[in-house]
């Protein structure tokens, strides 16, 4: 699998995807869920993440590249 670029396809509303992350905080990869973005009031994007300790809508704008999750074990 690669890494996706935000700038070259976005997933689809409801996918759950690993996410990179890189800012003034640092560089991280996160499981999170790309939701359209009707609440937070971000005038950025039209879209958000949501990871399993809550909301990310200020996380998300440092969101650079996504890639969908690998398969399960067997």
Same mark, same amino acid.
């Given at each position: 699998m690669k890494w996706i670029s935000m700038t070259e396809c976005l997933p689809?509303?409801?996918?759950i995807v690993l996410i990179f992350e890189e800012s003034h905080w640092g560089r991280g990869? *996160?499981?999170a869920k790309f939701i359209?973005? *009707?609440?937070?009031?971000n005038n950025k994007t039209q879209y958000s993440w949501v990871a399993p300790q809550g909301p990310m809508s200020w996380f998300g704008?440092?969101?650079?590249?996504?890639? $969908?999750?690998?398969? $399960? $074990?067997?």
């Open positions: 689809n509303y409801g996918d990869v *996160e499981v359209k973005d *009707e609440v937070s009031g704008q440092y969101v650079s590249h996504w890639m $969908p999750l690998p398969s $399960p $074990p067997k």
